[in-house]
């Protein structure tokens, strides 16, 4: 199955700065990859997301890269602000969806980023 | 984008008992639900899948006969603990996708305490 490797496990950023997290994926036939942010006690919730079928991504101040020959896909987050801090997840599932729409997302191990003032 | 409901956010239980949890999927049909749990500082760790009228298909490690998953309609699916113990004190999260949508989308949790 599936293994998603994420790091760092923390990382703190002063106000400003730019945030990188990075993951790594095993299952060549992964081709979907969310991003989540979850503050403490809440649900998941979906910032950017890329297909394989594209390199890049960018939605304002966030953006996804995506490296498939190295199985490798990172999270840049720039000019951060205190409410960017949060613990950040990538996931990465096959698509499309097989019958009944139970590909599965495969999470990697957590983000907590902390954004100091 | 969509919304998942998931109900209680929070319960507390005394070991042995069975708790029941609630994921309704409010504005679309759920062809497929995941069941997650995730303790403190954890990811979140996918125990089973479940397709509308189907039974549901377990992750290694989990116990079917103790995580109950129901799914009887396109829009309500349930975890039911049973014979809750203190280890099993989780965060669980449910999570929806239609048929033909990558998005999954996330209810709000239950917090479980098995005192």
């Known amino acids: 199955g599936e293994n998603v490797e994420q790091h760092p496990s923390t990382l703190s950023v002063q106000e400003g700065d730019s945030a990188v997290i990075k993951c790594t994926y095993s299952?060549?036939?992964?081709?979907?990859f969310p991003w989540y942010k979850q503050e403490l006690g809440k649900r998941p919730q979906l910032i950017i997301d890329i297909r394989s079928n594209v390199g890049e991504k960018k939605d304002q101040r966030i953006a996804v890269t995506l490296n498939k020959t190295a199985k490798h896909f990172s999270l840049h987050i720039t000019e951060t602000q205190p409410e960017d801090s949060a613990v950040y997840f990538c996931a990465a599932t096959p698509f499309p969806l097989l019958t009944g729409g139970g590909n599965k997302l495969t999470f990697g191990t957590g983000t907590q980023l902390k954004v100091e003032l | 984008g969509a919304v998942v409901s998931q109900h209680p956010s929070w319960v507390i239980c005394k070991s042995g008992t069975s708790v029941k949890i609630e994921c309704r999927s409010l504005?679309?049909?759920?062809?497929?639900m995941f069941w997650y749990r995730q303790f403190p500082k954890q990811s979140l760790m996918l125990m089973a899948t479940s397709n509308e009228g189907s039974k549901a298909t377990y992750e290694q490690g989990v116990e079917k006969d103790k995580f109950l998953i129901n799914h009887a309609s396109l829009t309500l699916s349930t975890l039911t603990v049973t014979s809750a113990h203190p280890e099993d004190s989780s965060f669980y999260i449910c999570?929806?996708?239609?048929?033909?949508?990558?998005?999954?989308?996330f209810g709000q949790g239950t917090r479980l305490t098995v005192v």
């Open positions: 299952d060549s036939a992964s081709n979907y």
């Open positions: 504005d679309f049909q759920a062809t497929t």
């Open positions: 999570s929806a996708r239609d048929g033909m949508n990558t998005e999954a989308f």
